[in-house]
């Protein structure tokens, strides 16, 4: 999405009155006021700050036959400057920036965890905060082995990257987020979806090979 795609136009009851942008970095911020229509038929004028920096894909690698998942651990300032742990443990993840969502999370994982990994499934999309994210991430789960490894992983140089590929049992996963050490949204929506599904127990519980 781009300040392109706003104009005066109305859809879900919205009315775009103005849209201007606030700044333009490695990101952009907007500002956009509308006018809403409410349920009991009155309208609202509300002004609202969003940032783009485009939509973005995941995949969580597990494997079937030793019960464990790949995950990464990076820094992320957000969650520091919060007064948490800065070093989080995600899923492999990045901007879709030319490609399709499959293929950039096909590149981001061969990137920061060395796996080529082969079939993927679309678990969900989701937009992660749409109170004032215009990013919408497509989240996936793939299998591996260990003859998947065609590098160690760790992320690009040149873009700056400290990964630390881990991996660890699915159980363990599970456990670290009721413990509070795995706070990623994306990352716990794809192993709370990958508990659902019932691929680590054997079962096609929560699947249609139709998808």
């Given at each position: 999405?781009?300040?392109?795609?706003?104009?005066?136009?109305t859809r879900?009851?919205?009315?775009?009155i103005?849209h201007?942008e606030v700044?333009?970095?490695?990101g952009?911020?907007?500002?956009?006021?509308?006018d809403?229509?409410?349920?009991?038929?009155a309208?609202?004028?509300?002004v609202?700050?969003?940032?783009?920096?485009?939509?973005?894909?995941?995949?969580?690698?597990?494997?079937?036959?030793s019960?464990?998942?790949?995950?990464?651990?990076?820094f992320?300032?957000?969650?520091?400057l919060?007064?948490d742990?800065?070093?989080l443990?995600e899923?492999?993840?990045?901007l879709?920036d030319?490609?399709?969502?499959?293929?950039?999370?096909?590149r981001?994982?061969?990137?920061?965890?060395?796996?080529?990994?082969?079939?993927?499934r679309?678990?969900?999309?989701?937009?992660?905060?749409?109170?004032?994210?215009?990013?919408?991430?497509?989240c996936?789960?793939?299998?591996?082995?260990?003859?998947?490894?065609?590098?160690?992983g760790?992320?690009l140089?040149?873009?700056?990257?400290?990964?630390?590929?881990?991996?660890?049992?699915?159980?363990?996963?599970?456990?670290?987020?009721?413990h509070?050490?795995i706070?990623d949204a994306?990352?716990?929506?794809?192993?709370?979806?990958l508990?659902?599904?019932?691929?680590?127990?054997?079962?096609?519980?929560?699947?249609?090979?139709?998808?």
């Open positions: 999405m781009t300040s392109s795609d706003f104009g005066d136009k879900d009851g919205v009315t775009i103005a201007a700044f333009v970095g490695w952009r911020i907007t500002s956009t006021t509308i809403l229509a409410t349920g009991d038929g309208t609202v004028r509300q609202r700050e969003i940032y783009d920096h485009g939509h973005a894909a995941c995949v969580l690698p597990y494997d079937r036959a019960g464990c998942v790949m995950l990464v651990r990076q992320r300032l957000p969650p520091h919060c007064g742990e800065g070093w443990l899923v492999p993840a990045g879709l030319a490609d399709a969502p499959e293929a950039a999370a096909r981001e994982a061969a990137e920061e965890t060395g796996l080529a990994l082969g079939p993927m679309l678990a969900f999309a989701t937009y992660p905060s749409p109170g004032s994210l215009t990013e919408k991430v497509s996936y789960i793939a299998p591996y082995t260990a003859a998947d490894r065609i590098g160690p760790g992320g140089a040149e873009e700056t990257e400290a990964i630390e590929v881990v991996e660890m049992a699915f159980a363990e996963a599970m456990t670290m987020i009721a509070g050490r706070i994306k990352t716990i929506l794809l192993l709370q979806h508990a659902l599904s019932g691929e680590m127990t054997g079962t096609s519980a929560g699947f249609s090979d139709s998808r």
